[in-house]
Nanobody, 121 residues
Framework: QVQLVESGGGLVQPGGSLRLSCAAS????????VGWYRQVPGQQREFLAA???????NYAGSVMDRFTINIDNAEKAGYLQINDLRPEDTAVYFC???????????????WGQGIQVTVSS
């Protein structure tokens, strides 16, 4: 089984920055791709960014100027750097990771448990 643990969230003032981490553990050969989403109560989960281990990236237009996604396969982790935080960024942030457990085998998708980010003065 694969476990994902998110960290780096919390309370931050408007204009501040955060770096969210998503650490993967368990049977992992490599991380194929990482995605980040967020959800506000009563709303649908919103796609933010995705990155493949090959370096391809995709960002939601609303955040591409402030968010940066990265993968560190050596650390088995994904990251989301968020700059110039705004109150409307307040949400629960989720990582989504596609991992390959064995060479040449199909990848499998896992979700983190979510981490709260609150932007307020």
């Amino acid at each position: 089984q694969v476990q994902l643990v998110e960290s780096g969230g919390g309370l931050v003032q408007p204009g501040g920055s955060l770096r969210l981490s998503c650490a993967a553990s368990g049977k992992i050969y490599n991380i194929v791709a990482v995605g980040w989403y967020r959800q506000v109560p009563g709303q649908q989960r919103e796609f933010l960014a995705a990155r493949t281990s090959g370096g391809g990236t995709n960002y939601a237009g609303s955040v591409m100027d402030r968010f940066t996604i990265n993968i560190d396969n050596a650390e088995k982790a994904g990251y989301l750097q968020i700059n110039d935080l705004r109150p409307e960024d307040t949400a629960v942030y989720f990582c989504n990771v596609n991992v390959r457990k064995y060479p040449g085998r199909p990848s499998q998708e896992y979700w983190g448990q979510g981490i709260q980010v609150t932007v307020s003065s």
